[in-house]
């Protein structure tokens, strides 16, 4: 029995790599831009929670400890995305700020222009309060950005974009605010390097600070806390923050440009398998160097 099943697990092996070289050789260069559609992570577990507000010590990420905040009426489902509005008329934050976001993206990444990223498509809800919702999207042509897909590069992400808010506090079906240049960093990383080992590799953290802690602590919740609510057959895991005042604010929300709004972006991707090929291929000729533990950066 050990044997058939060794045999079946070649066999399979020898079917990917087939398939791998056929792509490779037969392909033109350009082919590896590819599409990949990304939706927020959401998960039964974090009903009700969010992060703790502005003015209370604490951190920004759900399930990081016993400081999040949890009411009936609180991220009803289960969203680990959320953006808050910190006004310059209330420095410290209010509650309502800490809007939970659900919704999906497209990105299209060419790893053989050297991991360009055009954001295709962005379509957020948010959760603010029973009866009240938000809404982002796209808002010019310019969005996109950086992949390095390798783990000596971290798996890093950047991407600059324009988008809109549309709050319920001016009126559903408005635009509340505008966000041009807007900066998200990150990773995008392979889930299959969700691992120890694959974090001894790497080093992961929230550029936004929300967390609070090092990265040896950011990368422990991602493997403890993130990785096993992910849905079966994911393929990459997305994790982006960014953080600026508006270009622009509707004068009836009672939101400035001297405000800022700060977001994070947990999403995952199921990519088809020839989309799962062709990235895989990028990867390889992109070199995926691994350094040991003694290199990794204290934290």
């Known amino acids: 029995m050990f044997f058939l099943e060794r045999q079946v697990m070649m066999e399979r092996t020898s079917l990917i790599l087939f398939v791998l070289l056929t792509i490779l050789l037969v392909s033109p260069t350009d082919t590896l831009a590819v599409s990949i559609e990304f939706e927020l992570l959401t998960h039964g577990d974090n009903v009700g929670l969010l992060p703790q507000q502005t003015y209370i ?33 209330e420095p410290d934050g209010y509650t309502v700020g800490i809007h939970s976001m659900t919704g999906s993206m497209a990105l299209e990444i060419d790893l053989s222009a050297g991991g360009a990223v055009d954001i295709v498509s962005l379509d957020f809800d948010g959760y603010i309060a029973p009866s009240k919702s938000s809404s982002q999207w796209l808002n010019g042509v310019s969005n996109n950005g950086t992949y390095s897909a390798s783990a000596a590069s971290n798996w890093a992400f950047q991407t600059s974009f324009d988008w809109c808010y549309d709050t319920p506090f001016a009126g559903m079906g408005s635009t509340d605010m505008t966000f041009d240049n807007y900066q998200w960093s990150g990773f995008i990383i392979p889930v299959s390097e969700l691992t120890i080992a694959g974090m001894d590799a790497v080093i992961l953290d929230d550029p936004s600070g929300y967390f609070g802690g090092g990265s040896t602590d950011f990368e422990s919740w991602l493997l403890c806390e993130v990785a096993p609510r ?70």
């Open 57 to 89: 010590p604490g951190d920004y990420l759900i399930q990081t400890g016993s400081d999040d905040d949890q009411k009936s009426s609180y991220n009803p489902v289960g969203c680990f995305s959320f953006n808050f509005m910190n006004p310059d008329a």
């Open 230 to 299: 992910l849905p079966q057959d994911v393929g990459y895991l997305l994790f982006a923050q960014g953080e600026a005042h508006p270009y622009w604010t509707n004068p009836m929300m009672g939101m400035t440009t001297d405000g800022i709004v700060g977001e994070t972006i947990i999403a995952y991707a199921v990519p088809e398998p020839a989309t799962i090929c062709l990235l895989a291929i990028a990867i390889c000729c992109a070199g995926t160097a691994k350094y040991p533990r003694s290199h990794k950066r204290n934290s």
